[in-house]
């Protein structure tokens, strides 16, 4: 989740030749924040921005003909910049987490709205919610998909002293309930952080305990070692792997069976705590990637290798008529010449396709120095013509 940047806007006003100020809608996704949009899309009349991460209404003030704001499923707490939104007619607050619902008063400017959402709002659960919000907004016609009838409107207005204290005094309370859940969130949060610090200690003290002064050194061995060595290796490897899998997955359980109430807090470590993972993830398969053992071509004992890495189809013939042999590497018929590397040895030829071997032995020792390799301008399939060193009698 991240701030909105002028690329993420221009990348979702395709439809409009990439011109953000003369937008009229705009939805955006994965953001943390909300700024820049006054400067940059000033007639902005729909703004879709649900399901986000959002802790503030900001940064709206200027879009003077927005008409439809979507903010649910945010971290809002509180309504509030929304004066200078003078044609606002549709707000749409569900499922964020306000409490203080004296600030709809904020709304009083917004002379053209007609409907409001705050279901799904802690303050939707105070007693005189909804007698309050229809006697504060007399512009309102519709709250939480219900319409206001002229008779509600009266008697709310008729109890409005009262409702009006009572709202205050769970008001209040609920503040102060939030005040302790902060106070536990921070507590948390600090908790974790200690507890990933002294693993990431453990974990560098017992590598150093284990880590042995390095040597340069050349060591003869028999193929037969060294294929011991790597599947050693190999297996240190997966049970490394294994015992990170297991520590993860211990971590995973205890994470998301630990009991935590709903607030922005848990919700943002929640997305935190995701975005964690994944980012680990991708780090272990690049690194994955990067670690990709090299492809033997030639043995310990000097032994070459067949090896066709690209899985090219081909074929090798003995040309007596001319006395030579002929590779047909069949290669992409679209692949650029100068990314083929043809390496031709008395006793085998190597192909470099992008970077992978194609390597062959051949059946007769051949001269390198007068070979030659052409691409089929019918195929494109790269063929190498070698002549034998023995001559044919």
Known sequence: FLSVTEDLVRRRAEHNNCEIFSLEEI?????????????????????YLQNNLIPKIENVCKLKKLEYLNV????????????GCEELKKLDLTANFIGELSSIETLKYNIHLKELFLVGNPCTEFEGYRQ??????????????????????IQALQNYPEVKQKIREQEQAY????????????????????????????????DSAITLPSFHCVTLCSPDSLQNKENHEAEGDREEEMWRTVEDDEEDRRFWEEPTPYTPESRLET???????????????ESKKREKPLRTLVT?????????????HFSLKDDEENNQIVLDLAVYRHLDTSLLDVDVQPTYIRVLVKGKPF???LPEEVKPDSSSAKRSQTTGHLVVSMPKVCKII
């Open 27 to 47: 939805s955006q996704q994965e953001i943390e924040k909300l700024e820049y949009l006054d400067k940059w899309c000033r007639d902005l009349k729909i703004l």
């Open 72 to 83: 649910a499923l945010n971290n809002i707490e509180r309504i509030e910049n929304l004066e």
């Open 132 to 153: 309050f919000v229809v006697a504060t907004l007399h512009q309102l016609k519709c709250l939480d998909s219900k319409e206001i009838e002229r008779s509600e409107r």
């Open 175 to 206: 503040l102060l309930k939030r005040a302790r859940e902060k106070e536990e969130a921070q507590r948390r949060m600090q908790e974790r952080k200690d507890k990933k610090e002294k693993q990431m200690e453990s974990k560098l003290g017992f």
């Open 271 to 285: 997305h935190r705590y995701i975005e964690e993972k994944r980012r680990a993830k991708d780090n272990i398969r």
């Open 300 to 312: 310990a004992e000097g032994k070459v290798l067949n090896v066709n890495v690209p899985k090219l």
């Open 359 to 361: 390597q062959l032995v």
